[in-house]
């Protein structure tokens, strides 16, 4: 033990930075705001990367112990912070890349307004986060959770002049709500049936009664799972993620990919104690991982809004994470959970960068032959292209491999659960390498705007910034270093990432693994022994399956550039259910919210609102009205009817205290 | 001697008598006089108990009661002066200001 670590400043600062932007950054120099969001989040970051070089000689967990927060009879919660190998990861890649797109924000909201407010919500988001990270018991777990649900709210909703964004921002906030919802109950049931609600104590429990089995820890999983799924957009609380992409890019690549909507995949390896014994909820978590993982990718394939394909591939990686953990190979998770926040933010901010060249173009229709204009953000881009498609050596051919393989050797269900996996990890190949063709090579297809009507339900948002500059091809411009340096850092990352966790089976030593063994215990090594030759043949399976898939868009897209739309009329059914993204908005709509709308208006505001709440209230003032309009009559304003009315109260008191007074002897 | 009682008698007569002026007179001055008849007439049943427990604090009473009324009494037709200043009338049925 080497003293305190001071865990508290890694939060802290960045919500000094939210308080000073968020109170006087209006009236601050922008050099001045920018600065103040840039120190507070670099200082975390700081703080992090020492703690990581003096990790090994620590004793972990260590546990700093700020203060009771609640204290009543038996229950008891501190504001306590915890570090072990998974928070330090999950810091590393917080502080980490959450500094670089702060740098890359710094460009890439130059010109716009409330530049002191983005950044203000964005510190205010990394307070949140890495209090989730950090805490050390499920309340203040919580409390980040909700937090990040907040900063995510406002960010999104950042250009709230503009309907779309304002709305999707709501929409984000309910349907997380719907999985808050879920985690609220499962704290319930833990302080119901452990008294406490830190991790220590909850897991030492069940560690002490190996008997338990399923049961109420099935209900607290899948209530967590419910959780989960809201803030990490899986099937069924997904909708909310795509439509997040109204926010800046900048808060697309931080929020919505690298690091909030991981929340739920850290949290089910946080709580994996408890998924262990419950192979009904894991199996679920498998499931729900694969469906989405799947489903995310169909979806993908047809949009035409690049930050939408984004948010697509997103949601259908987490859905890679979550089948990870499903299958009890939470390390997997969390090393894919580390390289995708890695090529993700990347993905993002390449297309932001991209966005920003084209004057706030996100249509693809017609972008096109951008490789020789934006060279840089070009080769970035294609890094983490190949990265997310998982081709050797890139960061996400390792983490991908991994858990395809732990997924194959996870007994019966694993079969079909590796086999979703890998015929996604081609549709993966496919929407990415045609957004890639779509987007950087061939011609430019800026002047045929025509393009752009006849998509049919599809439309292109675009960023506030297409108002401030014209989208005529020759403004096309590579972005300022303050962007692309985030941009090259990260390339780098995505590229040489994946060997925190090369295998054995290729002559590595799968460091990350080991690193969180103490933390997520060996599960991830599933018992059967290790087969290198299998783990070997399926990766080549993966890699030749996004070879595939990049044939097949090299012959969509380059080849023969005229088939997609031919394949589109042949399959007119499919290319609309895709498009339509399987119309599940629409069965919301139609089976929850509007029904919830109705009974909202009707039952609840016109009946118990307006009828009983409104009425009691009525009807108390108009009785004491009644009441006052009679016995105002008493106040005539006549000095002889007042003495009459005392004369006749003296008399009165007078019989009764005399006749009293006899009666009681 | 007296017995108590009959002093407490013509109290009570004297009370009623003040109580039933002031609820039929209508002139302001003629109910003023009715609340100083009323008045004495606690006074007198004051005066009879101390007479006959020799209680000398029931005379002292009495005192209080003379000083307050001679200040009400002062106060009171000041009132009246001024009402009849502005009204022009001692009727207290026309001067109902405070009704509702």
Wanted: with cysteine; proline share 4%; hydrophobic share 55%.
């Amino acid at each position: 033990m080497t003293g305190s670590l001071h865990l508290w400043l890694i939060p802290l600062v960045p919500f000094a930075g939210f308080l000073v932007n968020g109170l006087i950054g209006r009236k601050l120099p922008k050099a001045f705001a920018t600065a103040i969001a840039l120190i507070a989040t670099l200082i975390p970051f700081l703080h992090v990367a020492r703690i990581w070089f003096q990790f090994p000689s620590l004793t972990v967990p260590y546990v700093e112990n700020l203060g009771t927060w609640i204290w009543t009879g038996s229950f008891h919660a501190d504001f306590a912070l915890q570090l072990d190998q998974l928070t330090m990861i999950m810091l590393l890649v917080v502080t980490g890349v959450g500094f670089l797109i702060h740098i890359y924000s710094v460009g890439y909201m130059a010109h716009e307004e409330g530049y002191w407010r983005f950044f203000a919500y964005l510190n205010l988001f990394m307070f949140f986060m890495l209090t989730l990270v950090l805490s050390e018991n499920f309340l203040l777990m919580f409390v980040g959770w909700e937090g990040v649900g907040l900063a995510s709210y406002l960010l999104i909703g950042f250009y709230f002049l503009r309907d779309s964004a304002a709305k999707a921002g709501i929409k984000a906030f309910v349907v997380n709500r719907i999985g808050d919802f879920g985690f609220l109950i499962a704290l319930f049931l833990l302080i119901a049936h452990f008294g406490t609600l830190s991790y220590s104590g909850v897991f030492s429990q069940i560690a002490q009664h190996p008997e338990w089995q399923g049961g109420v820890l099935t209900a607290i999983a899948l209530f967590l799972l419910l959780g989960a799924t809201g803030k990490s957009a899986q099937i069924p609380l997904y909708v909310w993620l795509p439509d997040a992409m109204e926010g800046p890019t900048p808060v697309s690549a931080l929020i919505h990919a690298a690091t909030m909507v991981t929340a739920g995949v850290y949290m089910v390896s946080r709580t994996h104690i408890i998924f262990d014994r419950s192979p009904f909820a894991l199996s679920m978590v498998a499931i729900i991982g694969a469906a989405t993982c799947f489903f995310a990718a169909t979806m993908g394939l047809v949009q035409t809004d690049i930050k939408r394909v984004l948010a697509y591939s997103t949601v259908s990686q987490l859905g890679y994470m979550f089948l990870a953990c499903g299958v009890a190979a939470y390390s997997s998770a969390i090393f894919h959970l580390v390289t995708h926040a890695f090529f993700k933010a990347l993905l993002f901010l390449a297309a932001g960068s991209v966005i920003h060249a084209l004057g706030g173009q996100q249509d693809m229709r017609v972008m096109g032959g951008l490789r020789k204009k934006i060279p840089i953000t070009f080769w970035t881009m294609t890094a983490a292209v190949f990265a997310i498609c998982g081709f050797p050596p890139f960061a996400g051919f390792f983490s991908k491999d991994d858990i395809l393989y732990q997924a194959f050797i996870s007994g019966s269900l694993g079969k079909v659960l590796w086999f979703v996996g890998w015929v996604t990890a081609g549709l993966t190949s496919v929407y990415m390498f045609r957004l890639w063709y779509l987007t950087f090579l061939g011609e430019s297809r800026a002047e045929s705007h025509e393009l752009a009507e006849h998509g049919a339900a599809v439309h292109a948002r675009p960023d506030s910034k297409q108002v401030i500059e014209g989208e005529h091809p020759h403004s096309v411009h590579e972005s300022p270093w303050v962007m692309l340096g985030p941009l090259v850092v990260l390339a780098i990352l995505a590229t040489i990432g994946g060997f925190i966790g090369v295998p054995a089976a290729m002559g590595g030593h799968d460091e990350i693994g080991h690193f969180l063994d103490p933390v997520l215990g060996s599960g991830a090594h599933a018992p059967g022994g290790e087969s290198p030759g299998l783990e070997l043949g399926l990766s080549a399976s993966a890699v030749l399956i996004g070879l595939l898939g990049l044939l097949v868009v090299h012959i969509l897209y380059k080849v023969k550039p005229e088939l997609p739309g031919k394949l589109a009329t042949q399959f007119r059914a499919l290319y609309a259910l895709l498009l339509n993204k399987y119309w599940v908005d629409q069965i919301y709509g139609a089976l929850i919210v509007t029904p919830l709308l109705l009974i909202s208006r009707h039952l609840l505001k016109g009946l118990i609102d307006r009828g009983v709440i409104d009425g009691a209230g009525f009807a108390a003032g108009a009785t004491a009205q009644g009441f006052g309009a009679i016995v105002q009559r008493l106040q005539s304003g006549n000095i002889r009817s007042y003495a009459g009315w005392l004369a006749l109260g003296a008399a009165v008191l007078l019989i009764v205290s005399y006749f009293g007074f006899t009666a009681h002897f | 001697m007296v017995p108590t009682s009959y002093y407490l008698i013509l109290s009570a007569i004297l009370f009623t008598i003040g109580v039933a002026a002031f609820l039929i007179k209508r002139n302001i001055i003629t109910v003023f006089m009715s609340i100083e008849l009323m008045l004495n007439a606690v006074n007198l049943s004051f005066v009879a108990f101390a007479h006959q427990w020799h209680q000398v604090s029931g005379q002292i009473f009495v005192f209080f009661v003379m000083v307050v009324a001679a200040a009400e009494a002062a106060v009171g037709l000041a009132i009246i002066i001024a009402i009849f200043r502005t009204r022009n009338t001692l009727n207290v049925d026309e001067i109902d200001l405070m009704k509702l």
